[in-house]
C-alpha cells in the first residue's frame, strides 16, 4: 500500500491567498483525521471524518479553516484568507477503526508570509 | 492539567544505556495509550500501544502503564543514535474516537 498521501508537500504563499492542502487515506480506512504541528503548539488535531462524514471538528481554529471528504479516497483542508500565524506543518492521518493505530502521511510545510 | 504531558527534554543517554520516557495523563485521556516516533522534519510513526495496567514488551522497547498513578513510559533498552527522534505520547478518552497528543520529548542518543 502507498500509504497516507499529502499534497503539495511545500506551499509558500502570501498572506490573504487561499490554501488548499489534500490527503488521501489509505484505502479501507474509514477515519480520516487533519493534525497541525508547530512549535509552540505541538500537534493538535483539528478536525476527523468518518465514512467521509465531519464528526468533530472543534479543532478548527477559525472561520478561515474548512475541511471536506467528498469521498472516501480524497479530502482537504482549507485555508482562506491565510495568515502567517497558519504556517506549520498539516498532517492527514487515517486509520480502520478508532481503536486502531493512525497512518500519517508525510505533511505539507506551509509558510505564509 | 494538560491532557497529556511530557518532559520537552532533550534527554541524553550513552549508546546502549537504558532511555526511559515518560508521560503523564489526566482524567480525560485514560482510555488507550500510543508512542509515536518522530524523526527531524518526518511524520509519526507508532512503536506501542498499551491498553492494560502493566508492561509491553516489543524488541528492545516496553511500554509500561500505571492507570492509578496516571502516567505511562516508554523504556528503550541498547539505545542506538538511530533512535535520536522526538517521542510522541497520545492518549485516547472514552468519549470519541480522538488522540491526544503530548508535546513530545526529544531524545538525544550520543556514540
Known amino acids: 500500500d502507498a500509504g497516507v498521501i499529502q499534497s503539495p508537500r511545500h506551499e509558500v504563499t502570501e498572506m490573504g491567498q487561499e490554501v488548499t492542502l489534500r490527503c488521501k487515506p489509505i484505502?479501507?480506512?474509514?477515519?480520516l483525521f487533519w493534525y497541525r504541528q508547530t512549535m509552540m503548539r505541538g500537534l493538535e488535531l483539528l478536525i476527523y471524518?468518518?465514512?467521509?462524514?465531519?464528526?468533530?471538528d472543534s479543532g478548527m481554529p477559525e472561520d478561515r479553516f474548512s475541511a471536506k471528504m467528498p469521498n472516501a479516497s480524497f479530502s482537504t483542508l482549507k485555508i482562506q484568507p491565510s495568515e502567517p500565524r497558519d504556517s506549520a506543518v498539516y498532517f492527514c492521518?487515517?486509520?480502520?477503526?478508532?481503536?486502531?493505530?493512525?497512518?500519517f502521511g508525510p505533511g505539507t510545510r506551509l509558510l505564509v508570509l | 492539567q494538560k491532557e497529556v504531558e511530557q518532559n520537552s527534554g532533550p534527554l541524553s543517554v550513552p549508546e546502549g544505556a537504558i532511555a526511559s520516557l515518560n508521560c503523564t495523563y489526566s482524567?480525560?485521556?485514560?482510555?488507550?495509550f500510543f508512542w509515536y516516533r518522530q524523526y527531524s522534519g518526518k511524520s509519526p510513526e507508532l512503536i506501542m500501544s498499551?491498553?492494560?495496567?502493566g508492561d509491553k514488551e516489543d524488541g528492545r522497547f516496553t511500554a509500561q502503564l500505571n492507570k492509578a498513578s496516571q502516567y505511562v513510559s516508554l523504556l528503550i533498552r541498547d539505545s542506538q543514535p538511530s533512535d535520536s527522534a522526538t517521542y510522541l505520547c497520545?492518549?485516547?478518552?472514552?468519549?470519541?474516537?480522538?488522540?491526544?497528543f503530548g508535546g513530545g520529548t526529544r531524545l538525544m542518543v550520543k556514540p
Open positions: 482524567d480525560r485521556v485514560s482510555q488507550s
Open positions: 484505502s479501507g480506512h474509514d477515519y
Open positions: 492521518a487515517s486509520s480502520f477503526d478508532p481503536s486502531e493505530t493512525q497512518y
Open positions: 497520545a492518549g485516547r478518552g472514552y468519549a470519541g474516537n480522538m488522540l491526544t
Open positions: 498499551i491498553y492494560s495496567n
Open positions: 471524518f468518518n465514512n467521509n462524514v465531519p464528526i468533530d
